[in-house]
C-alpha cells in the first residue's frame, strides 16, 4: 500500500478563466492525463458549482484510479486550485509516474505561486515489512 | 480555499475483514457519515477490486463534497486502509466537522496502528487575503 502522494495548492493561474469553470473539459483533460502517464482509471466523477445567479462557480472533481486517486477543487472567483496526486506501488514504483502526471496537470494551470507537499503514504507499512 | 486535510494510513484493522471488501457497505457507510457531520455529498464513486480468481481485493471509492472529498482506499489482504478527508472552510469553518469526520471513519476500521499528518490547504492564499 506504499506509495506517493503529491499535494499542492496552486495561486494565480494564469490558463484560460474558462479552464477552472468547464467540468467537461477539465475531467476530459484529467482522464485523459492520467492515461497517458500509464495509470488504470476505475471512474471519474467531476462537479461544476454555481452561483446564486446561476453562473459557474467553480469544479471539483476526481479520477479514481486502480493506482488510487487524482483529486482537484478549482476556485475560479480567487484563481485557484488544489490538486491531490496520490499513486500508490502495488503493480511496481510509480513514483515517476505520479511526478510527471502532477507536473502535467500543473503545467496547465499555469500557477504564478505553488505550495506543494509530498506525503509518504503507508510508509509504516513498508518499513514493517507489510 | 483554505481548510484541513486529514491524511492517515491505517494497520491491523480489526474490523470485520468484509468492511474492507464490501463497497457498497462502505459507500453507504461513508456518504451516511459525511452527511451526519454536516457535510454536502455532490456525488459518489466506489470501484471493487477482484482478484485473478474473481474474488473480492479490496475497495477504492471517494465521496465528492461540495466542502472538497473524502477518499478512501483499502488493503484487505494486509488488513491496512488509506484515509483522506479534506474539508474547506467556504461555508465557515468546517475544521472541527473534519476532525470528527475523520475519527468516525477510523474508528470504524478499528486499526491497530495509525499513521496521521494535518496538512493546512489554500494557507499561502489564507495569509495573503485571497
Excluded at 52 to 72: D, Y
Excluded at 80 to 105: K, P
Aim: proline share 3%; with cysteine; charged share 20%.
Amino acid at each position: 500500500m506504499n506509495g506517493l502522494h503529491l499535494i499542492a495548492d496552486l495561486h494565480d493561474c494564469r490558463c484560460q478563466p474558462s479552464f477552472l469553470l468547464d467540468a467537461i473539459r477539465l475531467e476530459a483533460f484529467c482522464v485523459d492525463a492520467c492515461t497517458r502517464h500509464g495509470l488504470t482509471v476505475v471512474g471519474r466523477l467531476f462537479h461544476a458549482f454555481r452561483d446564486a445567479t446561476g453562473e459557474p462557480a467553480g469544479v471539483t472533481g476526481t479520477v479514481v484510479l486502480a493506482e488510487s486517486h487524482l483529486a482537484v477543487h478549482t476556485w475560479p472567483e480567487i484563481g485557484s486550485v488544489t490538486l491531490d496526486v496520490y499513486v500508490c506501488n502495488f503493480s511496481g514504483d510509480n513514483s515517476r509516474r505520479a511526478h510527471t502526471l502532477f507536473a502535467e496537470i500543473v503545467a496547465a494551470f499555469a500557477p504564478a505561486r505553488l505550495e506543494k507537499q509530498e506525503v509518504a503514504r503507508g510508509h509504516l507499512g513498508l518499513l514493517q515489512g507489510a
